[in-house]
Structure formats: C-alpha cells, structure tokens
C-alpha cells in the first residue's frame, strides 16, 4: 500500500519537470542572447593606405594591318575583262592602267564620247582659224571652246570607265577578276597599296585611351614571328567610341621590314604603355572588388569597415589606379574582405 501510495506524486512531479525543462532552457538561452553575453564578430584584415606612386603598365592590343596608303580599284559600269595588266607583288606607278573593259560594250560609252571629243576640237581649231581672220566674233569662239572642253570632260569619263588606273604608286597586294569576267559597279577588282610603311588598326577601351597621346611609340609584332618586333608611333586617335563596341579607334604607323615582311590584311599584336601621367593615388589590386559594372573598396576607419564605390584606372596586376572615391591616405582592405560587410568590427593583423 505503502508503495502505491507514493508512486502517483512521484510520477507527476518527474512529468511536471521533464515539461519545464524546456521552457527553462529556452529562457536561459533568451537570457544570454537579450543580456549581451555573445561578443560581435570581428574579422582580421590585412591592409594597405592609398598613396601617389608610378603605375608602369604595358597592354596587348589585337589589330590588322595596311598599307600606309591603300586603294581599291572599282568598276564603275557592268562590263567584260578584257585585259588584265597586273599581278600580285608587282610594282606600279599612279595612273598605270591595270584592268582593261570592253569599249564595244552596251554600258561603254567609249566610242561614241570619242567622236563627241574629235569632233569638238576640229570645230575649235576651224573657230579658231575664222577669228583669226575676223570672219567670226569672240562669242562664237568661246562657245566653240566651252564645247570642245564638255567633249573632253565626257570623253575622259568614258575612257577611265574602261580603262581602270591605279590611283596611288605602291604593290599590287590583290587581284580579284579574270579575263571574260563581267563586273558589276562597285566591285573591288584591284587593290594597291604602299607597303614600304604600313598602318595597324586597333581599339582602346574607354578608361585605356585617356592614358595614351598621339606620337607615342607601340611595338608591333606577329605570333607568327614574335622575334620580329618593329616600333612604331600612333598616329590617330579616334575622338568619339563606336556605338556598337563602345571602343575607340586608333592607329599606328611603322616602316616595314626591309622584305616587306608584313602584308596587308594580316592579324598583329601591338603592346603599348598606358601608364597614367605622374604618380596617381594607387592601391592595391587586392583590395577592389568589382562585379563587372561598379568597383568598390573596404575603407577602414575606427576599427570597422565600410564599403565604398570608387572609379578605377590603369592597373600593372600589383597596384590600380583609383581616380575618384578614395583620399591620399586612406586605409583599405586588402586581405579578408571576402568576409567582410558595411560596418563590420576589424582588427588588422598585417604581417
């Protein structure tokens, strides 16, 4: 009896704790969050201060190559090649002509501006001969010259429609028609160009071009012949980006190999220095986060951190170039600020 008797209460006193058992624990947490007993994270860092010093920074550019003066010989009307007086590699004076088209054909107007032509300068002469003699006044003679001049005009059009002249000495560098081909107006036929010097083209990113002035040297060379480097200067500087790229335009010119090793229309590289002007405020590499759009820094001030959006400029892979955003000074993250938010507690652990 004895037994049974106590064994009710002891049961609900045992459930009466194992219900507030939890209720304590929790109050006990609670109590240790609410009464400030967890200390805040702080976070090591390594650091470095914002000073002027030299950036020396050499890029590679991708660009292709011309002649310092090229042209293209077009056809002007649809007519058959008859003659084709040029090979590629050959050497040609300004105003030889290259390819030849049929005089006879329906688009020439060839012979019949010939006629025109030989007709006015006999009427001329014939003038000429009447004033002379005071047969005729000074008005018919100017109407006989002003004639004969629009018959010369028509004829030498007519004629340089079919026979094709090179417009600048140089190298044949293409030929692109045979003999019986019919041209088609606007057609690239020949291309000439003077390959003694030769230019490349190439584009800078809009924060590369504002270190780089005209008359500046580059060094031009080909993966192909990487040992056969050659200096050169840049000589234009595109003053508005393309709307498609966003890059700017720029071009270089050098002499070319005493072989005339480099050839229009090939691919080269150019290595050129985009070092900013005097010692700008730099930092280092590290210490800039970007996403592709926007470039931040972690400031450290008063033993926190604070993120701040800054503009960068030319980097050499150690140290950037900060044109806005940060003063001479100033201390910044530069290792742990992966771990690292606005207002973080730092300390600095720099070795």
Not at 117 to 134: F, H, I, P, T, V
Request: hydrophobic fraction near 40%; charged fraction near 20%; aromatic fraction near 4%.
């Amino acid at each position: 009896m004895n037994v049974q008797s106590f064994s009710v209460p002891l049961i609900a006193v045992l459930g009466g704790l194992s219900l507030l058992s939890p209720g304590c624990r929790e109050a006990r947490d609670g109590q240790s969050k609410s009464g400030g007993g967890v200390t805040p994270q702080v976070v090591p860092v390594e650091t470095a201060v914002a000073e002027h010093a030299p950036l020396v920074v050499t890029r590679e550019y991708t660009g292709s190559l011309e002649g310092e003066e090229q042209a293209n010989i077009v056809a002007k009307i649809s007519e058959r090649v008859t003659a084709i007086n040029v090979s590629v590699g050959a050497r040609v004076r300004k105003g030889d002509v290259s390819v030849g088209l049929d005089r006879r054909g329906t688009s020439s107007q060839y012979y019949q501006a010939e006629a025109g032509y030989r007709n006015a300068g006999k009427s001329l002469e014939r003038m000429k001969s009447l004033y002379g003699e005071g047969a005729v006044a000074l008005q018919s003679l100017d109407g006989a010259q002003t004639a004969y001049d629009v018959a010369k005009a028509n004829f030498d059009a007519a004629r340089s429609a079919v026979e094709l002249s090179t417009p600048i000495a140089g190298v044949v560098t293409a030929v692109n028609v045979s003999l019986g081909d019919l041209t088609v107006p606007g057609q690239v036929l020949v291309t000439v160009a003077d390959i003694d010097r030769m230019k490349v083209t190439f584009s800078l990113n809009e924060t590369d071009v504002t270190n780089v002035a005209l008359g500046q040297e580059a060094t031009v060379y080909s993966e192909a012949k990487p040992e056969g480097k050659v200096a050169g200067k840049l000589i234009q500087l595109s003053k508005s980006a393309d709307v498609r790229s966003r890059s700017f335009e720029v071009k270089a010119l050098f002499a070319n190999t005493p072989d005339r090793w480099f050839k229009p229309g090939m691919f080269v590289k150019v290595d050129l220095s985009i070092s900013p002007p005097g010692n700008p405020l730099a930092v280092p590499a590290s210490a800039v986060q970007s996403d592709g759009v926007t470039s931040r820094v972690f400031l450290i001030r008063g033993g926190r951190s604070f993120q701040v959006p800054v503009t960068v400029g030319a980097t050499d892979g150690e140290r950037t170039a900060i044109l806005r955003g940060l003063a001479e000074h100033d201390t910044v993250a530069t290792v742990g600020i992966n771990n690292l938010k606005d207002s973080s507690r730092v300390t600095v652990v720099n070795r």
